[in-house]
């Protein structure tokens, strides 16, 4: 059986903008539809721990929320990138893929090559 | 930015009290109606769905408080909730609040009050701009500082414009006649140059200051005091006209209290055109950068060429320059003495501290048990702590408060019954802004540190094994910490009455020493004279015979004298030469400098000051103006040694010279010869300091045109005789003022003892307290500690011990730490004795002092133990042991 994982701390926030930035405006269960799709049912998510981080990303003003009629017509609240949120994923984005890149540099490297 | 951003929502949230909860409510309500449709779409039965939903969105308790705790900050949210907990304890428990807050009051009200001294004296003396980088240049020679820079207008302007200095200001003094208040009387004059003002960047009262432009016009600025005690302080006093010596001048405008230039009653320019060769003292501001040496050099550099093209001398070898602080010399021992006056109100800030927290101590371990239970619940001990620590802060605060409040009160206190000498004239005692920032930060700050062991302990105690309200083990920490802080407190009891002791005891030492005279029912006043009176020398001479005599027929007094001498110190500092025969021609050269002082034949009598050798001034000494003079017996040590100086010459100034109304004397000479020792005059304010040189000579060689100061020795109160002295003189001459009437004794404890006189006061205050709070401490502590024992006690009542072994038992368990506490103190003042005597240039703490205050230390621990001690002796056995 595959085990599944828990969400590495602050990567939650960088997936929510990242699933805002490429769908444009969810909710709340949306976005976290669209995180255990993404991610492959590989992660798993304590779904509603995703509220604390929606709250400090509006805080933090890298999203906006208003209400609004969802698909099924319910009142749902929706999420949308600022300005800011788009700034702020980019150089996330740099800082992530540096980081992996590193990461990737040091799995590759093999003994003869240091020699 | 983005953090900052968050902090401000968060903090706004806090503000108005946001509950996001509803919403949090509402969406999570949807995302489970949306994950349910989605399962029942997948086939589910309905209720299984949203079990399944509910199961996949997670523990709800826990993400809302942890949506709660993002939304607002919990920290502030926690604070407010404990000092609301901490306010509901306090009200609870009145008599601890009472005593806690009323002991930091105190500590803290002394503090602050010492504080706004502190600020006054040492941190704002001077309301002039810049004040701190204000300097004199003082010439200094192989005896010391010989005097201050003094340049002519003409030098004034090079020196101004000299490369190292930013700006400079002359300024000099006259005491004119001025018949304002009806009567005449003489007042202190600043002459200022133009630019001073501006130097000094005060802005006037009303009216405008004196500029550039006004140097050769008849123009006066009040002082704010003359003002108030001689006009009506409005704008209406400008234009007014002001009569000083003879001459008009016209009211411009009126500084503030504070601009108290050289306690001038007024201002007025100094003219250029009177005297341009006259040299006036100098303050300087050095430009930014150049440092004390390199402007001392330049100087240096200019008064050589001033001496040189002047008087066509030069400059000695051996004299150069310092700069000098504006304000030092007038006010460095002050300083250090509220420099130590604020060390033992601090120390008396760390007993009362000390104090609260034993009491603080004493209050958690009794709470043991419900922080036992806070903390099974769920209370982390860094909550538990806090709740301790707010308790510690809010009762600091409030003591706080009520500390400011008692400040206040004491500022207006001491406003009026501190002598003026005390403070500078521009200091201004108040309790300010940076006073109320200071007792805020010692509030808030002693609170922290008072509620930080009881903090620790009640955090530490949450170890204890068992939730049980019985049992030793935990209150041995307490009882440690408490035994550490009552052990310091006694040690610092002890150290401050060792300050204190200090200080009362150079103060007594100043008013016991000999000073060489008897200051006792001596009135002095000074006689001002207007210039041009009584002109020729013979007819100055008789003036000053006549109101002699005159004034020594008044009945009650004893003896008279008009001279030119303060025995009190302060009289004027020459340079005198010793003749060519006998120690070469360098000896001129060097100008050694003595202190002047110009008598009658009275003045030695009257002021009991012996003759030791030769003989004293005769009338017809003074009538001839014959060039004898004393010296005393310090200086003939230091000119003659052993031998005897009766018959040598000294060489004296020519003392007439530069004043342009000089009487001629019939044989001017610089020669004068000794004919007398006398003995030592000692300074009143320094006891250990040696007596200076003096020289006197008759004030007929000299004979000035200036003022003359009138001794009167009386058989009683010397204030008697005043009334009918003024009455004497008058009608000797009707236009002869009399100012500034005051008691030897006055002037020595107002103006040259006060310094001495509040510090042992104030420490005297300080220490009692100190001991008085260290009662209070090992009280508690002693009460809490029978109290602990009660059952014990009751036990061994019940099984035969007598009342008087209890007692004994109760008295003495704190008696180890009190005795501990006493050794430490002794060591610290043993260690601080050194620092006492050379710093603080206080008499030294006698190490005999040490053995009472440690007796009074004894006497009063034991009896703050006595009193719980016999409420444990007295205890009902079967009370004590039904409380089990």
């Known amino acids: 059986m595959k085990q599944k994982k828990d969400v590495q701390h602050g990567t939650l926030a960088l997936m929510v903008l990242g699933t805002l930035d490429v769908l444009g405006p969810l909710h709340g269960y949306g976005i976290a539809r669209r995180i255990e799709q993404i991610s492959g049912d590989l992660l798993f998510v304590n779904q509603g721990t995703l509220y604390p981080v929606l709250l400090r990303l509006e805080q933090e003003g890298a999203i906006a929320s208003d209400w609004g009629p969802s698909e099924n017509n319910r009142r749902a609240r929706f999420y949308k990138m600022t300005r800011v949120g788009h700034k702020m994923l980019e150089a996330e984005k740099r800082d992530w893929e540096q980081t992996a890149s590193i990461i990737a540099r040091f799995f590759e490297v093999k003994a003869e090559d240091l020699a | 930015m983005r953090a900052l951003k968050r902090l401000f929502t968060r903090l706004q949230n806090f503000v108005i009290g946001l509950r996001g909860d509803d919403r949090l409510r509402e969406e999570m309500e949807q995302h489970l109606a949306f994950q349910t449709d989605e399962n029942v779409r997948a086939g589910m039965l309905p209720e299984e769905a949203r079990r399944q939903a509910i199961l996949k969105l997670g523990p709800v308790q826990v993400i809302r408080e942890h949506y709660h705790s993002q939304e607002t900050l919990p920290i502030l949210e926690n604070l407010v909730r404990d000092f609301r907990y901490a306010v509901r304890r306090l009200l609870n428990s009145p008599s601890f609040a009472i005593t806690a807050i009323l002991t930091m009051a105190f500590g803290i009200g002394a503090t602050s009050l010492v504080f706004s001294i502190f600020y006054a004296v040492v941190v704002d003396p001077y309301p002039y701009r810049d004040a701190e980088h204000i300097v004199q240049i003082g010439f200094v020679g192989k005896q010391g500082l010989r005097g201050f820079m003094a340049v002519n207008t003409v030098d004034f302007e090079t020196v101004r414009h000299a490369s190292t200095v930013a700006d400079a200001m002359q300024t000099d003094f006259s005491d004119p006649i001025t018949t304002v208040a009806g009567y005449p009387e003489d007042i202190e004059i600043a002459r200022l140059s133009g630019n001073a003002?501006?130097?000094?960047?005060?802005?006037?009262?009303?009216?405008?200051?004196?500029?550039?432009?006004?140097?050769?016009?008849?123009?006066?600025?009040?002082?704010?005091?003359?003002?108030?005690?001689?006009?009506?302080?409005?704008?209406?006093?400008?234009?007014?006209?002001?009569?000083?010596?003879?001459?008009?001048?016209?009211?411009?405008?009126?500084?503030?209290?504070?601009?108290?230039?050289?306690?001038?009653?007024?201002?007025?320019?100094?003219?250029?055109?009177?005297?341009?060769?006259?040299?006036?003292?100098?303050?300087?501001?050095?430009?930014?950068?150049?440092?004390?040496?390199?402007?001392?050099?330049?100087?240096?550099?200019?008064?050589?060429?001033?001496?040189?093209?002047n008087e066509g001398v030069e400059l000695p070898a051996e004299i150069h320059l310092v700069t000098m602080p504006f304000g030092q010399l007038r006010g460095d021992l002050t300083q250090k003495r509220i420099v130590l006056l604020f060390a033992a109100v601090c120390i008396l800030l760390v007993i009362a501290c000390t104090n609260v927290s034993i009491l603080l101590i004493g209050r958690t371990s009794a709470r043991h048990q419900e922080f036992q239970i806070r903390h099974a619940l769920g209370a982390s001990r860094r909550r538990i702590a806090h709740q301790v620590l707010a308790e510690a802060v809010l009762t600091s605060c409030c003591g706080g408060l009520l500390g400011v409040g008692l400040a206040y009160i004491g500022v207006a206190v001491l406003r009026s019954s501190l002598d003026k000498s005390f403070l500078p004239a521009e200091a201004f005692l108040s309790v300010n802004v940076w006073v109320l920032a200071f007792s805020t930060l010692v509030s808030v700050g002693?609170?922290?540190?008072?509620?930080?062991?009881?903090?620790?302990?009640?955090?530490?105690?949450?170890?204890?094994?068992?939730?049980?309200?019985?049992?030793?083990?935990?209150?041995?920490?307490?009882?440690?910490?408490?035994?550490?802080?009552?052990?310091?407190?006694?040690?610092?009891?002890?150290?401050?009455?060792?300050?204190?002791?200090?200080?009362?005891?150079?103060f007594i030492a100043l008013y016991k020493m000999d000073m060489g005279y008897n200051?006792?029912?001596?009135?002095?006043?000074?006689?001002?004279?207007?210039?041009?009176?009584?002109?020729?020398?013979?007819?100055?001479?008789?003036?000053?015979?006549?109101?002699?005599?005159?004034?020594?027929?008044?009945?009650?007094?004893?003896?008279?004298?008009?001279?030119?001498?303060?025995?009190?110190?302060?009289?004027?500092?020459?340079?005198?030469?010793?003749?060519?025969?006998?120690?070469?021609?360098?000896?001129?050269?060097?100008?050694?400098?003595?202190?002047?002082?110009?008598?009658?034949?009275?003045?030695?009598?009257?002021?009991?000051?012996?003759?030791?050798?030769?003989?004293?001034?005769?009338?017809?000494?003074?009538?001839?103006?014959?060039?004898?003079?004393?010296?005393?017996?310090?200086?003939?040590?230091?000119?003659?040694?052993?031998?005897?100086?009766?018959?040598?010459?000294?060489?004296?100034?020519?003392?007439?010279?530069?004043?342009?109304?000089?009487a001629r004397p019939p044989h001017p000479t610089q020669m004068v010869r000794i004919i007398g020792v006398t003995g030592d005059v000692r300074a009143a304010w320094l006891p250990g300091a040696p007596p200076r040189e003096t020289i006197y000579l008759s004030e007929s060689l000299f004979a000035t045109s200036h003022s003359l100061l009138v001794h009167l020795r009386t058989s009683g109160d010397p204030y008697t005789v005043l009334e009918t002295a003024r009455h004497v003189i008058n009608q000797v001459n009707p236009a002869q003022p009399i100012s500034n009437p005051r008691t030897l004794d006055e002037i020595l404890s107002q103006d040259l003892r006060s310094r001495d006189r509040w510090l042992a006061v104030l420490t005297g205050i300080f220490s009692s307290s100190a001991l008085f709070l260290a009662a209070i401490g090992l009280y508690s502590v002693v009460l809490f500690a029978v109290g602990k024992r009660s059952q014990e006690f009751g036990l061994r009542i019940a099984l035969g011990a007598a009342r008087s072994e209890i007692l004994r038992v109760a008295l003495f368990s704190e008696l180890k730490v009190v005795l501990f506490g006493i050794g430490a103190g002794a060591l610290l003042v043993l260690f601080l004795q050194k620092f006492m005597a050379s710093v603080m240039e206080l008499a030294p703490i006698n190490l005999w002092f040490l053995f009472p205050a440690c007796a009074v230390m004894l006497v009063v621990s034991a009896f703050a133990a006595y009193l719980p001690a016999r409420g444990a002796a007295s205890v009902d056995p079967m009370h004590a042991l039904r409380s089990e």
């Open chain 2, 519 to 662: 200051p006792h029912r001596v009135l002095e006043f000074r006689l001002p004279l207007s210039t041009g009176q009584n002109a020729s020398w013979t007819a100055r001479v008789q003036y000053r015979t006549r109101l002699r005599e005159a004034l020594r027929h008044i009945s009650g007094v004893m003896d008279a004298s008009i001279d030119e001498a303060m025995p009190t110190g302060g009289g004027m500092q020459m340079e005198y030469g010793l003749p060519a025969d006998r120690y070469g021609a360098d000896m001129d050269a060097r100008m050694p400098r003595a202190d002047f002082e110009f008598v009658d034949s009275h003045y030695l009598s009257l002021l009991d000051i012996p003759v030791r050798s030769g003989r004293g001034l005769s009338q017809a000494d003074q009538e001839a103006a014959e060039p004898v003079a004393l010296i005393n017996q310090t200086f003939a040590r230091h000119l003659f040694g052993v031998e005897s100086p009766l018959g040598h010459f000294l060489r004296v100034p020519p003392l007439v010279a530069g004043y342009e109304d000089f």
């Open chain 2, 197 to 309: 003002f501006k130097f000094l960047g005060v802005s006037p009262l009303f009216g405008r200051t004196l500029t550039a432009a006004d140097e050769d016009q008849h123009f006066v600025v009040l002082g704010y005091r003359f003002c108030r005690s001689h006009f009506q302080c409005d704008p209406t006093v400008l234009g007014r006209s002001v009569d000083l010596d003879h001459q008009q001048f016209s009211v411009v405008g009126v500084m503030p209290p504070r601009f108290a230039w050289e306690e001038a009653a007024a201002f007025v320019p100094l003219s250029r055109d009177a005297n341009p060769e006259e040299a006036h003292p100098l303050f300087l501001r050095p430009r930014k950068g150049v440092s004390a040496i390199e402007l001392s050099t330049q100087m240096l550099t200019l008064v050589r060429g001033f001496v040189l093209t």
């Open chain 2, 446 to 506: 002693t609170g922290l540190l008072f509620g930080l062991m009881p903090g620790l302990q009640a955090a530490k105690s949450l170890f204890a094994p068992r939730l049980t309200s019985q049992f030793v083990s935990r209150s041995i920490g307490n009882r440690r910490s408490q035994r550490t802080l009552i052990g310091s407190q006694v040690a610092l009891a002890l150290v401050l009455l060792a300050i204190a002791g200090a200080s009362v005891r150079s």
